[in-house]
């Protein structure tokens, strides 16, 4: 059997998706489903005054019109990130307060969807109006912990200047992102149905046994009464992993009622209601010796949150793993804003904190008159500068002289403005990227047909990444079966605890659960082979072999820090007069260890590049200043890179296993294609303009400025 | 969406009497703007008046040497039709910069006419508005207003007409061709659309229960160097900034005759007669392109955050125009 591992296999979903066969949330067709439609606030701060409900009530096929005067009780979970966590602390409909525009004010429940968006429209709702504040630049900031309640500052050296450090150079900058939407293809949908006192939920979710605890807590029912079923997922980039709002309030409706009920939240509703992230405001001071080592490093970040929630956008938690200094300061300080509460969104903190970092080393490169490759190889560190643990298997140099020979980086002129093409000013940069390796536990069940077939079931999750590929592939290499004769069933309950696709962590938590649970497969009938299990099988008459295996990451976390490194190198042609500029070249080498699956970990580079390149030249969702509900709300006023944007992307992998990780040395790819995208972008454009672009995005009007 | 009755109109006459019989019909062709609305309340209409099947489609060559487009065309015939590619390469262009491919397959020309502004306050009705909510206010004037008009607008409205085929047919003196239950008529491109003044609730100029038939394109010798320039937040897909339509009638070194017209800076498509007046006769150089851009953004008022668009459209303009000068192409 050839090695399956690492070579380049399509989606086992793939068929299933294009023809409209793999059944999404909103898709399923549940016998007596009523509708329910959001009602959302006119307002951004403020209370509801009055709410008068009756023709909506009287509207025809109305079931129910819930408001927070009649909203069902649920408990408060204990709403910790590992057990049972809410995406927003404040239940909905919990009082009469209005903290963001379009926050959920009630909800309209109709035999059918058109029903329920009619009468939806009748309720009258009466406001007491206060002004509400979304302009970041007059918020009141105060010091931030992590969404894990940990200290985020951190100081480390003397800071004194007799370190040794004779005509430093110091460059010291501020850097700007916008406010960033998910925008996943599939909306954020729920189907709740209760049969007695047990709950199915339909609902797309990156955490399946996270969130059945959750629901459990919400209904005060144990876990064995609450099933998850999400087999497909239309994208979540971190949105999808807890409750939000409307979840729970469906879920709750739909206990009342006694009907099975969905809510689809519409695009422009999710623009509140199911997160984003927050703009940041990043300062970056390095300083450095002649030659380019750098001496110390200071970064602040701000970021903003709803009043219903804290979560500070963590920027910093990359300074302390890029670049040697003997002395470094973080800080994170966050605001409240009448905005919906902020998440996770691809690589959350090493996003906007790769922006600011990497631009700020280009910046240093070029006062220096340094490359920026060999600027980041001088400073490479080896050890995790905030844990005091060296990194189990780093590579990064590797993927700078990799991707610097294979975008011809050698051949860049020193001096801005002196490519051209076609009248074009053309521009080569390049950043770094780096993601943290995350690993959590994970259950799977394999079962052996006497036919030959596989079949594998667990509770993990499929948001697009390639979930259902990566467990035929670990299947079909630990067996010795081909790909086709695995079939995998996933994003169910009632199947082994799969774990958590979030922190790009799936892949490593999975594949070796996988593999252990084939081996155990093999164990259990003393089988030295797949062949003589099936031969087995048959001559037994027996319908199955099956087997559980488990994997969990055990005591290396305390040697040992884990991640992942790369380096972006891109070129773009602008044509200043007119503020055109496009992205016509890109290469990206990854060290992300052992790599399962050759097509979907670079698809999920590119991804993350394209992404990135959003990020870097059209992302941004606006608030209008005197209302403060968002004016960038759907896909025609929100705008992400469409293919013309996209050039060719060039990904490789430099493909060492980290097996200090996890036995198969594979840390994943989800996120760090994301990280350093927005910084190579703009350092491009400085080596093509001369001119230093520090807030995100670099629009047309600011090109042209 | 409250109920409305559908029907298909079995021909032009049918159609226009249809609209007659109740206070609030509407017609729809591709449906690619007008579902969008219905769907946020937009429009409400009563009865709904398809029109899409009518025998409105053809697409062919006038006596005079222009050519004549039935209202039913889709924006992709139109696009990829021979002659108009021949002819009016700009007006290809044009429509081809626009939507997606599978939005122009659905679009009509009639309906493409009289798509709404994309305003975000229009379509949201949590906003005021006063071309949704006559005397509303316009929320967009102290608000966000970097797609909004630099030029025509008014204090109650300053939306922009967001059509990309609209800006050629400006710069080609189109006429629009209409029936009504009291005949048919023609109306001259420029009369077509207004300006907000005090009442932005009405985009253009037709009554109540017209229908558009055709758009009818006089020939114009030098259409054939004619080009659209459009600048826009990505690369596809998104609606113009700016965008600029072109043409340039050379005699040797001199400027014979000049179309120009502007989108994304008004409330419809912008025809700059004083520059192309400006244009004739001088010498085709980069300064006479400069002063005729200044003059066509003479009198532009830019609001908070629009003001890149008076110097983008300028810097549009005399690139379209010397693109054209060298006789065409893609810009
Ligand atoms: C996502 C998206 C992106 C787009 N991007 C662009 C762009 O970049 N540039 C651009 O120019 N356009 C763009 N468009 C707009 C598109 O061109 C228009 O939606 C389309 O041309 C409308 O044509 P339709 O036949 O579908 O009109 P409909 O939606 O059917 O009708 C629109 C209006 O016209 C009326 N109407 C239709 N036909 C007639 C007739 N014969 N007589 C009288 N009234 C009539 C209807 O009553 C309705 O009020 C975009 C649209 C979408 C959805
Ligand atoms: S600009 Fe016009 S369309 Fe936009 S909000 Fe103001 S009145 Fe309404």
């Known amino acids: 059997m050839n090695k399956v591992i690492g070579t380049a296999v399509s989606r086992t979903d793939g068929l299933a998706k294009v023809t409209g066969k793999a059944t999404y949330t909103g898709e399923q067709q549940i016998p007596g489903l009523v509708y329910g439609y959001l009602v959302t606030s006119a307002i951004a701060k403020g209370r509801i005054r009055s709410i008068s409900t009756e023709a909506a009530q009287k509207a025809p096929g109305v079931i129910a019109v819930i408001t927070h005067k009649n909203a069902p009780k649920v408990f408060k979970p204990t709403n910790n990130f590992i057990t049972s966590k809410i995406y927003e602390a404040r239940l909905p409909l919990s009082d009469e307060q209005v903290h963001y525009g379009g926050q959920i004010i009630g909800l309209v429940v109709a035999d059918t969807f058109e029903r329920a968006r009619d009468a939806a429209q009748l309720l009258q709702v009466e406001y007491d109006i206060e002004t509400p504040l979304v302009n970041s630049a007059k918020a009141t900031y105060k010091a931030a912990n992590s969404m894990f309640g940990e200290e985020m500052a951190f100081r480390k050296g003397e800071f004194s200047s007799g370190t040794g450090v004779t005509e430093p150079a110091t460059i010291e900058a501020t850097y700007t992102t916008s406010t960033e939407l998910h925008v996943p293809m599939e909306p954020h949908a729920i189907i709740a149905h209760w049969q007695e006192d047990a709950l199915t939920i339909y609902e797309p979710s990156q955490w399946v046994a996270g969130i059945q605890r959750t629901y459990a807590e919400l209904f005060g029912i144990p876990s064995e009464k609450v099933r998850i079923v999400t087999p497909y997922i239309g994208g979540a980039f971190g949105s999808k992993v807890y409750p939000w709002p409307h979840s729970i309030l469906c879920a709750a409706v739909a206990r009342q009622i006694q009907r099975p009920l969905k809510v689809v939240v519409s695009r422009r509703q999710m623009t509140a209601n199911t997160g984003h992230r927050s703009e940041t405001e990043q300062t970056v001071k390095l300083t450095a010796t002649k030659d380019g080592k750098l001496d110390a490093i200071v970064h602040t970040a701000k970021s903003v949150t709803s009043p219903v929630d804290m979560f500070p956008e963590p920027c910093t938690n990359i300074t302390p793993v890029m670049y040697a200094a003997p002395n470094m300061q973080v800080n994170q300080t966050v605001a409240t804003l009448n905005v919906g509460t902020p998440t996770f969104m691809r690589a959350p903190g090493e996003t906007p904190g790769m922006w600011a970092m990497e631009s700020a080393m280009d910046e240093l490169a070029w006062k220096l008159n340094l490359d920026p490759v060999e600027l980041r190889l001088k400073n490479e560190t080896t050890t995790h500068l905030r844990k005091n643990l060296p990194f189990s298997s780093k590579h990064f140099a590797d993927c700078l002289k990799e991707g610097a020979k294979r975008f011809g980086w050698q051949n860049r002129p020193r001096q801005p403005r002196t490519l051209t093409r076609d009248g074009k000013l053309i521009g080569w940069g390049m950043a770094a990227a780096t993601y943290p390796a995350l690993r959590g536990n994970a259950t799977v069940k394999v079962r052996l047909l006497p036919d030959g077939r596989v079949n594998v079931l667990t509770s993990a999750n499929d948001m697009g990444t390639g979930t259902y590929t990566l467990i035929a592939i670990m299947t079909a290499e630990t067996l010795g079966v081909s790909v086709d004769k695995v079939s995998v069933e996933i994003g169910d309950s009632l199947f082994p605890d799969g774990g958590l696709a979030g922190g790009s962590q799936m892949t490593a938590s999975l594949a070796p659960a996988v593999q252990q649970a084939c081996q155990n497969l093999l164990k259990s009938g003393k089988f030295t082979n797949t062949k003589e299990a099936i031969k087995e099988l048959q001559s037994s008459g027996r319908a199955a072999v099956e087997a559980t295996g488990s994997s969990a990451p055990s005591e290396e976390g305390k040697n040992w820090a884990f991640q992942s490194w790369g380096a972006h190198f891109c070129e773009v042609s602008i044509d200043e007069e007119i503020g055109r500029l496009r992205v016509t070249r890109w290469v990206s080498v990854m060290d992300i260890g052992q790599v399962m699956n050759a097509k979907a970990a670079a698809s999920q580079i590119r991804g993350g590049v394209i992404m990135g390149i959003g990020e870097a030249l059209m992302e941004e969702c606006v608030f209008d200043p005197n209302t403060g509900q968002p004016v960038v709300y759907d896909l025609a006023t929100y705008h992400y890179p469409s293919h013309a944007d996209i050039p060719r992307i060039d990904v490789t992998f430099v493909g060492k296993p980290d097996l200090t990780f996890n036995p198969l040395g594979a840390r994943g790819g989800g996120e760090i294609g994301i990280t350093g995208v927005a910084a190579a972008v703009a350092n491009a454009v400085y080596h093509a303009t001369g001119k230093r672009f520090r807030n995100l995005p670099i629009a047309p009007d600011k090109l042209m400025a | ?331």
């Open chain 2, 1 to 331: 969406m409250k109920n409305f009755a559908y029907v298909r109109a079995t021909s032009t006459e049918d159609a226009v009497q249809q609209s007659q019989t109740t206070q609030n019909a509407q017609f729809i062709a591709g449906g690619t703007n007008l579902v969008d609305r219905l769907k946020v309340f937009l429009d409400r209409p009563d009865r709904l008046i398809d029109v899409s099947r009518l025998d409105l489609k053809q697409i062919e060559a006038t006596k005079e040497g222009g050519i004549r487009i039935g209202a039913l065309a889709t924006n992709t015939a139109v696009a990829d039709h021979p002659q108009i590619r021949r002819d009016y390469p700009l007006l290809s262009r044009a429509i081809l910069s626009g939507a997606s491919q599978q939005i122009r397959n659905m679009a009509t020309v009639g309906g493409n006419l009289l798509q709404r502004t994309r305003c975000p306050y229009y379509y949201d009705p949590v906003f005021a508005c006063n071309k949704r909510q006559p005397g509303s206010g316009c929320p967009a004037i102290p608000g966000i207003n970097r797609m909004h008009a630099i030029l025509g607008a008014s204090d109650s409205c300053i939306a922009v007409h967001p059509s990309d085929m609209c800006v050629a047919l400006a710069a080609l003196d189109a006429v629009v061709e209409v029936e009504s239950t009291k005949g048919r008529r023609q109306i001259p491109f420029n009369d077509f659309h207004r300006l907000p003044g005090d009442a932005p609730e009405r985009d253009t100029n037709l009554e109540p229960g017209d229908l558009i038939t055709a758009v009818i394109l006089p020939p114009v010798s030098f259409a054939k160097t004619g080009i659209y320039l459009k600048l826009r937040d990505r690369a596809s897909y998104s609606f113009a900034l700016i965008s600029v339509a072109a043409a340039i009638d050379l005699s040797g070194e001199s400027i014979r005759d000049a179309r120009l017209a502007l989108g994304g800076v008004a409330h419809k498509p912008w025809r700059s007669i004083e520059a192309e007046t400006f244009l004739k006769g001088k010498p085709a150089t980069v300064e006479t392109f400069q002063q005729a851009a200044e003059i066509a953004l003479q009198g532009a008022k830019p609001l908070d955050h629009n003001g890149f668009k008076v110097n983008m459209a300028k810097r549009a303009i005399k690139r379209a125009l010397t693109i054209s000068a060298q006789g065409g192409g893609v810009a």
